[in-house]
């Protein structure tokens, strides 16, 4: 075997080795780092509230899981909704604040959602001949100073290899639904890759 096929050889078996691990190094480095900062910070407060020598590692990652829980429990609550409304017409009110505190938000509930509920349905829409992947958000927008009868559309269109993309309203007819789940879309989408071969454009 010569040098150049041994160095062809090896590096196709790095990168092969390297597509096969980076997914799972990098996420569970994410998850290290998630839960290490929860064991930070909620850790520092459990202390205050315990006596000295109760602690034990992990207690901060334990008391913010619960916290969570709770907090989605109580969340369900006449009062705490109300209360949660009021806040958020307070921060609507500050300018910089609003832009943050809606994108933050609409973040959360985006990932807050199941499966399929959260993506939307995938479609595909037709862009000067181009077919890009979307996903409808909302069934019929209307958009203020349009008189189109509120029959949109918003779709997301998400960019690959990045988190990112663009909301655009289109007439119903410019969308063509996709018969493939939503989770498959996205991810084909994120990577730029197939989405398979039982994926068909609808008719």
Not at 25 to 49: H, K, N, P, Q, Y
Not at 142 to 166: E, K
Not at 181 to 186: I, Q
């Amino acid at each position: 075997m010569s040098r150049k096929n041994l160095f062809e050889r090896l590096r196709n078996w790095f990168l092969q080795g390297l597509a096969l691990l980076a997914p799972l190094v990098i996420t569970i480095a994410f998850l290290v780092w998630l839960g290490r900062s929860v064991e930070l910070f909620m850790g520092d407060l459990v202390r205050v509230l315990m006596p000295d020598g109760w602690y034990l590692p992990g207690m901060g990652l334990v008391a913010g899981v619960v916290l969570t829980v709770v907090a989605g429990l109580i969340a369900n609550l006449f009062l705490v909704r109300w209360l949660l409304r009021f806040a958020e017409r307070v921060l609507d009110r500050i300018p910089l604040v609003k832009s943050l505190f809606q994108g933050i938000k609409d973040v959360s509930r985006f990932f807050a959602k199941d499966g399929d509920e959260g993506l939307g349905r995938p479609v595909a829409v037709d862009i000067q001949g181009m077919l890009l992947v979307g996903f409808v958000m909302q069934e019929r927008v209307a958009l203020p100073g349009i008189d189109d009868g509120g029959d949109r559309v918003a779709v997301f269109l998400p960019m690959s290899y990045q988190l990112g993309g663009f909301t655009v309203y289109l007439a119903r007819d410019r969308i063509r639904q996709l018969d493939v789940g939503a989770d498959r879309a996205m991810r084909a989408v994120l990577t730029g890759g197939s989405l398979g071969g039982d994926a068909s454009l609808g008719r």
